[in-house]
Each structure stands twice: as C-alpha cells, then as structure tokens.
C-alpha cells in the first residue's frame, strides 16, 4: 500500500491528548491518527447514506 505524508498543525491540547494515549494504548500517534480518520470516514459514509434514504423515502411520499 501506498503511503501519503500529510503535514498538519494540531491544536496543543490534541496533541497533549494523543501523547497521553499513546502511552496508555502503547500505539503510535500515526497508528492512532490512521484509527481516528477511518472512524471518521465510516461515520461520514453512515451519514451520508443515510441522508440519501431519508430523502429518498420523503420524495416517495410526496410522489405518491
């Protein structure tokens, strides 16, 4: 797999937060950057798909 690099500037109490999980989680911060943006993309998606149904199920009603 291909990697990107991305530079990004933080907010101090983020990166204070993901220092402090790192130790708890022993995991890298780009092993936990990389989690955190996939649950971010999932949940988009969900959303997403899901505005998708509800207008959807509203221009059926109407239609009808």
Do not use: P
């Not at 990004?8 to 955190?36: C, E, P, V």
């Amino acid at each position: 797999m291909q990697k990107h690099r991305y530079l990004t500037h933080l907010d101090n109490g983020l990166w204070d937060d993901l220092q402090k999980l790192k130790k708890l989680d022993n995991q890298s911060i780009n092993s936990l950057m990389n989690t955190a943006v996939r649950k971010l993309i999932r949940e988009r998606v969900s959303e997403v798909a899901q505005m998708r149904k509800t207008r959807t199920t509203l221009d059926n009603m109407v239609s009808v």
